[in-house]
């Protein structure tokens, strides 16, 4: 019997999208970048031709005291469930990465896990992806799989257009890119959001396309995402409610 596994990768998109060197194209508001706001947001999935995926995910962030903050990630599907989360500090508008955990269990599909420990005052990160350890020395700004999407919507805040980070992820670096490339309107339940628009920046000649809507006016939270597969297949999530705290 195989394994499902279409979904598997905008569910992980959720719970471990979007997250270290700036290139900016914009000035950076001191403000902005000094404050985390808590928040609580969920979100529905559907793939090509709108069907549903009947789950739903929940993004939570939470102060733990003494700029030490927990970001976290749980969807609950009957595809898979995902547990992802981390314990970071918030250092002077950037995420630093301490503590992070990954699960993904579900129905026909072989359970997935991943930890990153990070020790900064030795430069080193120690971890395990599937069963098999690692040890990675650290790079200046580095961050995690779910971290650089923390720091992706806080410098969309802070005024930043053009960014780039260096995830460590599954033991290895990657280099991921991110840019604005619109304004533009986004129809919701009756409602017309001004968002940003943007892309993650691949090669030219890559057939797999992410796009992303912030709204500005909820905190630049992720309103929409839409990811088309090399195949031509869409997956879609869409922000159902958020509470941002004042």
Do not use: C
Request: proline share 2%; glycine share 6%; net charge negative.
């Amino acid at each position: 019997m195989q394994r499902y596994q279409a979904p598997i990768n905008i569910l992980s998109l959720l719970a471990g999208l979007l997250f270290s060197s700036l290139a900016a194209s914009a000035s950076t508001n001191s403000t902005a970048t000094a404050e985390l706001t808590p928040y609580e947001a969920s979100y529905t999935a559907s793939m090509s031709k709108g069907v549903s995926l009947n789950g739903q995910g929940i993004r939570t962030l939470t102060s733990q005291g003494n700029n030490v903050w927990l970001y976290r990630t749980d969807v609950d599907s009957f595809i898979a469930d995902i547990n992802e989360s981390l314990i970071f500090k918030w250092d002077n508008g950037h995420v630093i990465p301490l503590r992070y955990r990954y699960r993904l269990s579900g129905f026909l599909i072989k359970d997935r896990k991943q930890s990153i420990d990070f020790d900064w005052q030795n430069g080193i990160a120690t971890g395990k992806y599937r069963g098999e350890s690692f040890e990675v020395k650290l790079e200046e700004g580095t961050l995690d799989p779910l971290g650089y999407q923390l720091q992706l919507h806080q410098d969309l805040k802070a005024g930043k257009r053009d960014i780039t980070y260096r995830v460590l992820d599954k033991g290895d670096y990657d280099t991921d890119r991110f840019a604005v490339i619109a304004e533009e309107s986004l129809s919701d339940r009756g409602r017309t959001l001004q968002t940003l628009k943007a892309e993650k920046v691949r090669e030219e000649d890559s057939k797999r396309q992410t796009l992303m809507w912030f709204d500005p006016e909820q905190n630049y939270l992720l309103a929409r995402l839409l990811q088309v597969e090399p195949d031509g297949s869409e997956y879609e999530l869409r922000l159902k409610d958020a509470r941002v705290q004042d």
